[in-house]
């Protein structure tokens, strides 16, 4: 066998070895949730999503300390593939703090995510302003560009140095 076909081989092997290791990765990983939004007070509707559920059908959300959801307990729904989607309703008389939202399986799997019932300023909704994210490749082209014709530049200034020598 020559180098050429020895080192494909073994190229092709490690990619093959990482796929494997990714897939093998993905089908044990332990569920997780998030929410939307994070936080809020009496009335918000919270969606629930999540992953990793593998061998569940069905679920129920809860929250600890109590009070957090109406009804005290939200179902949800498992899809195939191990995927979730639930929501609640956050009680009309909930007390403000932080809860810890929970997800339990009839298999008993579970994940948790912190849910606060007051939004920290920094999340808070902005009224009136305007607010714009900033490109930051668009503030930086026009120095991206001055670098790139001084290179150039020196690089047709050098050139003919070089072939003469």
């Known amino acids: 066998m020559s180098l050429?076909?020895?080192?494909?081989?073994?190229?092709?092997?490690?990619?093959?070895?990482?796929?494997?290791?990714?897939?093998?990765?993905s089908a044990f990983a332990a569920p997780a949730i998030t929410l939307t939004p994070?936080?809020?007070?009496?009335g918000t509707i919270?969606?629930?999503?999540?992953?990793?559920?593998n061998q569940a059908t069905t679920c129920f959300i809860t929250s600890s300390p109590p009070g957090l959801i109406s009804g005290g307990t939200s179902s949800c729904t498992i899809l195939q593939g191990g995927s979730m989607v639930g929501s609640f309703t956050v009680a009309d008389?909930?007390?403000?703090?932080i809860y810890v939202v929970t997800v339990t399986t009839n298999t008993a799997e579970t994940a948790t995510v912190v849910f606060n019932t007051v939004c920290p300023a920094s999340q808070a909704v902005a009224v009136g302003g305007f607010v714009e994210p900033v490109n930051k490749l668009i503030v930086f082209a026009p120095f991206l560009a001055l670098l790139g014709i001084v290179a150039a530049a020196a690089i047709v200034i050098t050139a003919p140095w070089k072939r003469e020598c």
């Open 4 to 25: 050429a076909v020895a080192s494909r081989t073994v190229v092709l092997s490690a990619v093959l070895f990482l796929l494997i290791l990714s897939a093998v990765d």
């Open 38 to 42: 994070t936080c809020g007070g009496p």
């Open 46 to 53: 919270v969606s629930v999503t999540g992953t990793g559920f």
């Open 93 to 97: 008389q909930v007390a403000s703090g």
